[in-house]
């Protein structure tokens, strides 16, 4: 069986397809796209597909990620043109490539988030961020499956910056725009950038207008610099065609 990793995206309204949803729209794709998908074992054999990490329903995401086992041998370049003409536009395969040795999921340590706050002046933004970097314990509280949690929103938090007004792009008609670049360790339970703005509201009263616009642009393994590696950057090239 060889195995290949892909890299997708979420972009405009496909934002909010939910994790299930997205599921489903992949494996007609592949029926469509006459991929040779693997099966598991039993009485209800079910398409090898494994997710990594995937974002929140109504997060904008460059940088997902999943792993597909298949029956014959495939380019993973025709593999990746095939399932993109196969999905809706928004939901975009930018990469694939034959797996090497290894779990795809023990790569992803981290995550880089930009956060749009539209109406919001940047050196508000910039006042709360400095404020919430400031703090050795933001707590904050969400619903989760077992009721609702409180939990440490700041100890995750690697890198926290509020873009100022020189370089933010021209707004329409000279409306402020705040922008916010996070990096969060991914740990248990997940702090997500939501978590982060309940944060910055915790400590700064920070309260967006209206609602912020999230993107996770990468993901993967965080160095000692603070940057992010991106996970199929061990298998690109490493391996041939047949896989492992």
């Given at each position: 069986?060889?195995?290949?990793?892909?890299?997708?995206?979420k972009?405009?309204?496909?934002?909010?397809?939910?994790?299930?949803?997205?599921?489903?729209?992949?494996?007609?794709?592949?029926?469509?796209a006459?991929?040779?998908?693997?099966?598991?074992?039993?009485?209800?054999?079910?398409p090898?597909?494994?997710?990594?990490?995937?974002?929140?329903?109504?997060?904008?995401?460059?940088?997902?990620?999943?792993?597909?086992?298949l029956?014959?041998?495939?380019?993973?370049?025709?593999?990746?043109?095939?399932?993109?003409?196969a999905?809706?536009p928004?939901?975009?395969?930018?990469?694939?490539?034959?797996?090497?040795?290894?779990?795809?999921?023990?790569?992803?340590?981290a995550s880089?988030?930009?956060?749009?706050?539209?109406?919001?002046?940047?050196?508000?933004?910039?006042?709360?961020?400095?404020?919430?970097?400031?703090?050795?314990?933001?707590?904050?509280?969400?619903?989760?499956?077992?009721?609702?949690?409180?939990?440490?929103?700041?100890?995750?938090v690697?890198?926290?910056?509020?873009?100022?007004?020189?370089?933010?792009p021209?707004?329409?008609?000279?409306v402020?725009?705040?922008?916010?670049?996070?990096?969060?360790?991914?740990?248990?339970?997940?702090?997500?950038?939501?978590?982060?703005?309940?944060?910055?509201?915790?400590v700064?009263?920070?309260?967006p207008?209206?609602?912020?616009?999230?993107?996770?642009?990468?993901?993967?393994?965080?160095?000692?610099?603070?940057?992010i590696?991106?996970?199929?950057?061990?298998?690109?090239?490493?391996?041939?065609?047949g896989?492992r």
């Amino acid at each position: 069986m060889q195995r290949i990793r892909l890299r997708y995206a979420k972009r405009g309204p496909l934002r909010f397809t939910s994790h299930r949803d997205f599921a489903r729209a992949f494996e007609r794709a592949l029926r469509r796209a006459r991929v040779p998908i693997a099966f598991s074992q039993g009485f209800t054999p079910h398409p090898k597909i494994s997710y990594a990490s995937a974002a929140p329903t109504g997060v904008g995401s460059e940088a997902e990620y999943l792993e597909i086992g298949l029956q014959a041998v495939t380019d993973p370049d025709q593999l990746r043109l095939a399932l993109d003409a196969a999905l809706s536009p928004g939901l975009d395969i930018l990469d694939a490539v034959v797996a090497g040795e290894g779990s795809l999921a023990d790569r992803i340590d981290a995550s880089y988030w930009r956060i749009e706050l539209p109406d919001v002046e940047p050196a508000l933004a910039s006042k709360a961020v400095t404020a919430f970097l400031d703090s050795p314990e933001v707590l904050v509280e969400r619903m989760t499956k077992q009721g609702r949690r409180s939990f440490d929103a700041r100890g995750a938090v690697v890198r926290c910056t509020a873009v100022g007004e020189a370089d933010l792009p021209s707004g329409a008609m000279g409306v402020p725009c705040a922008i916010i670049d996070l990096v969060v360790r991914q740990v248990q339970p997940a702090v997500r950038p939501d978590d982060v703005l309940s944060g910055l509201r915790v400590v700064a009263g920070l309260e967006p207008p209206v609602p912020p616009r999230v993107t996770r642009l990468a993901q993967g393994t965080l160095t000692a610099q603070g940057e992010i590696v991106d996970p199929l950057d061990t298998d690109r090239g490493d391996v041939g065609i047949g896989g492992r």
